[in-house]
């Protein structure tokens, strides 16, 4: 399995509904971003979580990160149309230079 | 503050062709990184340059690609002789510190014919 996979591949949800997905790593980490994607548009930064903490929140999405167990989630609370989309986590895993790996991403479709 | 700024949105290039691809990165921002994504999967990182300077191409094919970062003017993804397998999407991002959340680009989509 790769470095930043993510569960489930992909989700269907009614609009309102929590959202939760799943991120796993293998390697240690400096941090952990979460990224969204809209069918063939570029990357928006959602969140970027440091090693040491345990917890962060902006707006309607929380993500929490367990470095014990080399995973982070993000949710999405009262689920929005809007926020279909797909969802990447990236870890920055490298000494001395920022390189991102990315998961294969979660697809979440809200259904109005 | 204009984000990072791609061009072109879309190329398309016949095999054998060269291909150009432009990342000016936002203001302020002196670290730039390269990733490309193929169809249905996530973004694998190519390079990461700081001015004048490439700090990381760990990810870069061996052969036909190169990037730089000149002191002024965008950076620069350069693929040689393309093939069909260069068909891809290619993102640029931009950071103003190695350790802050990196800001990407809309990407170019290549099209190789």
């Known amino acids: 399995s790769q470095q930043g996979e993510e569960d489930p591949q992909a989700l269907s949800i009614q609009e309102g509904e929590n959202a939760t997905m799943n991120c796993s790593y293998k390697t240690s980490i400096n941090n952990l971003q979460w990224y969204r994607q809209n069918s063939g548009r570029g990357l928006v930064h959602l969140i970027l979580?440091?090693?040491?903490?345990r917890e962060k929140h902006s707006g309607r999405l929380r993500v929490t990160l367990d470095t014990s167990k080399k995973s982070s989630s993000l949710l999405i609370t009262a689920s929005r149309a809007a926020d279909t989309a797909s969802y990447f986590c990236?870890?920055?895993?490298?000494?001395?230079?920022?390189?991102?790996?990315f998961g294969q991403g979660t697809r979440l479709t809200i259904n109005p | 503050n204009a984000g990072v700024m791609q061009n072109p949105r879309h190329l398309v290039r016949r095999r054998g062709q060269e291909a150009r691809l432009r990342c000016s990165p936002m203001k302020g921002h002196s670290h730039v990184y390269w990733y490309r994504q193929l169809p249905e999967e996530g973004l694998k990182f190519m390079v990461y340059?700081?001015?004048?300077?490439?700090?990381?191409e760990s990810g870069m094919p061996k052969e036909r690609f190169s990037a730089e970062f000149p002191k002024e003017g965008p950076s620069i993804l350069r693929i040689q002789q393309v093939v069909r397998g260069d068909s891809a999407a290619y993102f640029c991002?931009?950071?103003?510190?190695?350790?802050?959340?990196?800001?990407f680009g809309q990407g170019t989509r290549l099209t190789v014919v």
């Open positions: 991002a931009s950071s103003p510190f190695r350790e802050t959340e990196a800001f």
């Open positions: 990236a870890t920055d895993v490298a000494q001395g230079a920022q390189k991102l790996v």
């Open positions: 979580i440091r090693s040491n903490e």
């Open positions: 340059l700081q001015k004048e300077n490439i700090i990381d």
